[in-house]
């Protein structure tokens, strides 16, 4: 589980480079490559969840997708590794988060 803290300032450079949502917001945050927020971590967590809570997305049926859905979506994360990649040289000279 995750939580974000973010600058009024950060959140307007969000929704402006977010204008239309096509990823869940947490894979969003993590494109830090698209929007150029630095993004840090805390730990230990500063929330945490109740033990109690029964998650419903666990309940979902696998889809079968077909073969052309799977290759789009290799496509789209080569893409995106490679956009980290560049970004990460460019502005920080070495290859942070290329695993």
């Not at 730990?43 to 109740?50: V, W």
């Not at 696998?62 to 995106?80: D, F, G, H, M, T």
Request: aromatic fraction near 10%; glycine fraction near 6%; charge should be positive.
């Amino acid at each position: 589980m995750q939580g974000y803290l973010i600058t009024p300032r950060a959140a307007r450079r969000l929704v402006a480079h977010a204008n239309r949502i096509v990823w869940p917001i947490d894979e969003t945050l993590d494109q830090y490559w698209k929007h150029g927020l630095r993004l840090c971590t805390a730990l230990p967590a500063a929330i945490g969840i109740a033990d109690t809570f029964e998650s419903t997305i666990g309940d979902r049926a696998p889809r079968r997708r077909p073969k052309w859905r799977k290759v789009q979506r290799e496509l789209i994360n080569a893409s995106q590794a490679l956009q980290r990649r560049l970004f990460n040289l460019k502005h920080y000279g070495f290859l942070r988060g290329s695993a």
